[in-house]
Nanobody, 110 residues
């Protein structure tokens, strides 16, 4: 059974940093992506790790967000820096273009 679980969300002040983790079991991860969903909006792609280990990002987060494999934890993490209120959203990871986690909420507010 495939399990995908995000963690690490929370409340952070503008300009702060937060790292989300995506843990999986029951599946071999070949590619993954992070998405986010603003209230009342459709889920949008944030960035991803390709099958050949390239990282890609949407323009609004490039230079601020970083995706990497955390071998110590066995997760794929999304490091977010210089966060702004407009980054407030539910963040999801998707594995192999198919399996979703339940999401984790990130709130950027003073």
């Amino acid at each position: 059974q495939v399990r995908v679980e995000e963690s690490g969300g929370g409340l952070v002040q503008p300009g702060g940093s937060l790292t989300l983790s995506c843990a999986t079991s029951g599946v071999s991860v070949h590619a993954m992506a992070w998405y986010r969903q603003f209230p009342g909006k459709t889920r949008e792609w944030v960035g991803g790790l390709t099958v050949d280990n390239r990282t890609l990002y949407t323009a609004s987060v490039k230079g601020r967000f970083s995706i990497f494999r955390n071998n110590a934890k066995g997760t794929i993490d999304l490091q977010m820096t210089n966060l702004a209120p407009e980054d407030t959203a539910a963040y999801y990871c998707r594995i192999n273009g198919r399996d979703w986690g339940q999401g984790t909420q990130v709130t950027v507010s003073s």
